[in-house]
């Protein structure tokens, strides 16, 4: 098979732009699709066709598989690239593809919809020999024989729904009473989220971190693990800050777990790029599969930096139908990556979804720092998709050097219309418990003050006046309680008053 | 000290009406409704900004913190003399409802959910903030609402 002559990438923000920038890096033509919403939107605006889907929730756009395929076919693609979410993971999408005559880049219907149904994916990793955390049997609303489920599981447990991700359809519960109203609080999110109303239940690690290896494999079976990523902050069972190395593995436990994510990919059938979920509980340092995510990560962009290669390109190329030319030793991490997602919300306000219009948005740089982001300045932040804005990533020589890095990064970030989670980012990087590397998922929870609102201090008292400043003479800086002592020199802000307050 | 005219309504906190010891700043960049540059800080260092207005919003980032201040709202009257705000439970994201849990004249317990949200793919639950009963219920299954967006009122509480 020869390289696709052009890709439509079936998706939305950073991660529509950022698969967009391979595919003309490697000289392929492209073309995207956009929502009413998202007219405006940098993917739209950056592929070399973009196609209207009509519309404005996820469900009559970019869910609607049946206008994509027919767009696809319309502009004389050969591939589709699904990027995360929506329809990355949806066996129907992947088979629809296939039987107009498109390459979906990614794995086949039937590994895609073995990895998306929990149960016949945990059943997969015991045949490989792969540890998994004890469950229960499925359970949908109008059965009530909750008491025996929990039995052999004990509390606290988590109610997960079988088609879930990102934390969706997933509850803690601490008390048999509650076990009821969780079942179907979860089954009625995962139904709404998934179309699936099946939830199940699974034992509840108190100290657990979330460790997950990159795989990947080409269509002769070739298959090699890209090492891990640490992905223990979590808010509401979503991922905020991602790292590899994990300060929780040793090189011991890190060949081990390799070794069970390749026996998994394995015995999933898996061709292209994937990831290995694991919990590692802190405490024993046992590991248990958790699941196997039949896409491209959100946080891959860590795993590009120290490995230097580029994720999207080898998913392009193994669906184009090339062999891996990489072997399992040239795969060496070069110092240490930190990905830290800006999502649109309120961390002072228990991380609720915020919208709005980005009237400022001045992303940073500089060495080791790197952006995937899929909006810009002016942009309206709807409720119609994800919040998450954007991805920074910080490379450094070791893990203290990213993190500083990091810290510079997101304290030199200006963004302002839209509420984002960055003062929570910096306060959490700075963390004695984060910087000693010794957290585990409940990292946020056990730390309030990382959400605390912030006390009068210096940089509120100058923000109030900086506020006022600018009301009372509405941003001319010209009138009232301006003082101008002296005029800026010719520039580019020739004639503009120095001023100084009161 | 100077009176101050605006409210930090963002980051919810303090409520300061007195200027202490007014920083000075120095403007890069004015155009009308943005303002950028570096301030003092009380310790000494200097830190850059950037503020905008829009319309009856200031905000202002500042060494990677963001603040949004606003003139103190104007006081509402109640819709019935004597009825508390509390008796209404609003929105608190944008979204659409997914499932409404109660109906007018339903008794409700602190906690109980009320109304469920689906706002960027998460749901969120709002629920009842005090034992009572429903006076009526605003939205139905399908709604979009907005931060802020009456969803159900409860009679009020009897007493003071």
Known sequence: ?502 | MTTRRLLQVHPPGPEITEASDAPDFEIAAPSPGRWEGTVRLDDGRSATFLAIRDGQQVHVWIAGETYVFAPPAPVTRSRRSGQAASDDIVCPVPGVVIAVHVAAADVVEAGQDLVIIESMKTEQIVKSPRDGTVERVSVQEGDRVDRGMRLVVLVPEVGE
């Open chain 1, 1 to 502: 098979m020869s390289m696709f002559s052009k890709v439509l990438v079936a998706n939305r923000g950073e991660i529509a732009v950022r698969v967009l920038q391979t595919l003309q890096a490697m000289g392929i033509a492209t073309a995207a699709v956009y929502s009413d919403p998202d007219a405006n939107a940098p993917h739209a605006a950056l592929a070399d066709e973009a196609f209207a889907l009509g519309g404005s929730t996820a469900e009559e756009t970019y869910l609607d598989r049946r206008k994509i395929i027919e767009l696809a076919i319309g502009c004389g693609a050969d591939a589709v690239h699904p990027g995360y979410g929506f329809l990355a993971e949806n066996p129907a999408f992947s088979r629809e593809c296939a039987e107009a005559g498109l390459v979906f880049i990614g794995p086949s219907p039937e590994t895609i919809e073995l990895l998306g149904d929990k149960i016949r994916s945990k059943e997969a990793a015991i045949q490989a020999g792969v540890p998994v955390v004890p469950s229960s049997p499925m359970w949908q609303p109008g059965e009530s024989q909750t008491d025996d489920m929990s039995s052999e599981i004990g509390f606290p447990l988590l109610v997960k729904a079988a088609a879930g991700g990102g934390g969706r359809g997933m509850r803690i519960v601490e008390r048999a009473q509650d076990l009821e109203q969780a079942l179907e609080s979860a089954s009625r999110e995962s139904a709404s989220a998934f179309g699936d109303g099946r939830v199940f239940l699974e034992r509840y690690i108190p100290s657990a971190r979330h460790v997950e290896f990159q795989v990947l494999a080409d269509s002769s079976g070739h298959t090699l693990h890209l090492l891990e990523r640490e992905c223990s902050v979590q808010r509401r069972y979503q991922k905020v800050i991602e790292e590899t190395s994990s300060p929780a593995l040793d090189d011991d436990l890190r060949s081990r777990m390799a070794a069970s994510a390749v026996a998994m990919a394995k015995s999933a059938g898996y061709a292209n790029a994937g990831t290995v979920e694991f919990l590692v509980d802190a405490q024993t340092g046992d590991y248990y599969f958790l699941e196997m995510n039949a896409r491209i990560q959100v946080e891959h962009p860590i795993t590009e930096e120290t490995l230097r290669l580029d994720m999207v390109e080898w998913q392009t190329r193994i669906a184009a139908g090339e062999s891996l030319t990489l072997s399992q030793e040239e795969v060496r991490a070069v110092g240490h990556a930190l990905e830290c997602r800006i999502y649109a919300e309120d961390p002072y306000g228990n991380f609720a979804p915020a919208t709005g219009r980005l009237l400022a948005w001045r992303p940073p740089s500089g060495m080791g720092i790197r952006l995937d982001s899929g909006v810009s300045e002016g942009q309206e932040i709807t409720a119609y998709y994800d919040s998450m804005l954007a991805k920074l990533v910080a490379w450094g020589p070791d893990r203290q050097a990213s993190i500083g890095r990091m810290l510079r990064a997101l304290e030199s970030f200006p963004v302002l219309g839209v509420t984002t989670n960055i003062p929570f980012l910096i306060r959490a990087l700075a963390h004695p418990s984060f910087r000693s590397g010794e957290y585990d998922t409940g990292f946020i929870a056990k730390n309030p003050e990382l959400t605390a609102a912030t006390e009068v201090g210096m940089l509120n008292n100058a923000a109030a006046e900086i506020a006022e400043g600018i009301w009372q003479t509405n941003g001319t800086a010209a009138a009232g309680r301006t003082a101008t002592s002296s005029q800026q020199p010719l520039g580019p802000w020739s004639g503009l008053p120095k001023s100084t307050f009161p």
